[in-house]
């Protein structure tokens, strides 16, 4: 006996293959929102990379200053007032403690406006007391979009 089943040659060949628009839009779509946010990342790493600098620059600067205050100690609150240009660094002249130290603001207040955004130093002296050596606080600050940044340290000066 023979099978008597209809065979459908029509709806065997109605088979879709490929994909549709809808599907096409919807990975459009996907990627779209994931090209977005490595977008979004990249403009982060590039702010913290520019923060990044501008601290190293602070950093170092903080760090030529607290070497200057300590080669010369004897300035005390000298270091607290404006700057100078006395040519104190030029062969052989001899300057004075205090004219050293304008000299040295002079120096500073030049590589912070060269290497920060509106940079300043200011540099506060604390005579310390009895047991206290006297001290130095020095602040870098300088501004970036949106926010105002500052470094700080203190350094005690012996030997004065």
């Given at each position: 006996?023979?099978?008597?089943?209809?065979?459908?040659?029509?709806?065997?060949?109605?088979?879709?293959?490929?994909?549709t628009l809808v599907e096409v839009l919807i990975a459009l779509?996907?990627?779209?929102?994931?090209?977005?946010?490595?977008?979004g990342l990249y403009v982060h790493s590039m702010k913290a990379?520019?923060?990044?600098?501008?601290?190293?620059?602070?950093?170092?600067?903080?760090?030529?200053?607290?070497?200057?205050?300590?080669?010369?100690?004897?300035?005390?609150?000298?270091?607290?007032l404006a700057g100078a240009n006395n040519n104190c660094v030029?062969?052989?002249?001899?300057?004075?403690?205090?004219?050293?130290?304008?000299?040295?603001?002079?120096?500073?207040?030049?590589?912070?406006?060269?290497?920060?955004?509106?940079?300043?130093?200011?540099?506060?002296?604390?005579?310390?007391?009895?047991?206290?050596?006297?001290?130095?606080?020095?602040?870098?600050?300088?501004?970036?979009?949106?926010?105002?940044?500052?470094?700080?340290?203190?350094?005690?000066?012996?030997?004065?």
């Amino acid at each position: 006996m023979q099978s008597t089943k209809p065979t459908s040659t029509a709806a065997a060949k109605k088979t879709i293959s490929g994909f549709t628009l809808v599907e096409v839009l919807i990975a459009l779509v996907i990627l779209s929102v994931g090209m977005l946010g490595i977008a979004g990342l990249y403009v982060h790493s590039m702010k913290a990379g520019r923060t990044s600098v501008f601290r190293h620059h602070a950093v170092t600067l903080a760090g030529d200053v607290a070497d200057r205050i300590r080669a010369n100690p004897r300035a005390g609150a000298v270091y607290g007032l404006a700057g100078a240009n006395n040519n104190c660094v030029a062969g052989g002249v001899n300057c004075t403690a205090a004219q050293m130290a304008g000299h040295d603001i002079f120096l500073w207040d030049q590589q912070a406006t060269d290497t920060l955004p509106n940079g300043t130093v200011t540099v506060v002296f604390d005579n310390g007391g009895a047991p206290a050596p006297p001290t130095y606080e020095i602040t870098i600050a300088w501004t970036e979009p949106g926010e105002n940044m500052t470094y700080k340290i203190k350094i005690p000066v012996l030997g004065i």
